[in-house]
């Protein structure tokens, strides 16, 4: 069984500074990538940032420069670092992560449970 358990999001006002963390446990043979998407309320889930397990990084246009991406492939860990908040970044922010549990799976799709980012003064 494959856990993802996000963590950091809260209330911030525009321009403020926030960091997401996800951890990765369970069952893990490999990690191909992990990602954030979020999902804005009457919106569809939307990719926010994406690494690679080589380094490889990519992000939404719409955060580009105010959002980094990394990951601590020891600990299975992936963060967010989001800078410049703005109003229009509230959502609830998903991690994700496409990864094998053993030798020889297929490579599954898993989700953390969100966590909510609003950005209001």
């Known amino acids: 069984q494959v856990q993802l358990v996000e963590s950091g999001g809260g209330l911030v006002q525009p321009g403020g500074s926030l960091r997401l963390s996800c951890a990765a446990s369970?069952?893990?043979?490999?990690?191909?990538?992990m990602g954030w998407y979020r999902q804005a309320p009457g919106k569809q889930r939307e990719l926010v940032a994406s690494?690679?397990?080589?380094?490889?990084?990519n992000y939404a246009d719409s955060v580009k420069g105010r959002f980094t991406i990394s990951r601590d492939n020891a600990k299975n860990t992936v963060y967010l670092q989001m800078n410049s908040l703005r109003p229009e970044d509230t959502a609830v922010y998903y991690c994700?992560?496409?990864?094998?549990?053993?030798?020889?799976?297929?490579?599954?799709?898993?989700w953390g449970q969100g966590t909510q980012v609003t950005v209001s003064s």
């Open positions: 994700n992560a496409r990864l094998q549990r053993y030798s020889g799976d297929y490579v599954g799709n898993y």
């Open positions: 369970g069952s893990i043979f490999s990690i191909n990538a």
């Open positions: 690494i690679i397990s080589g380094g490889s990084t």
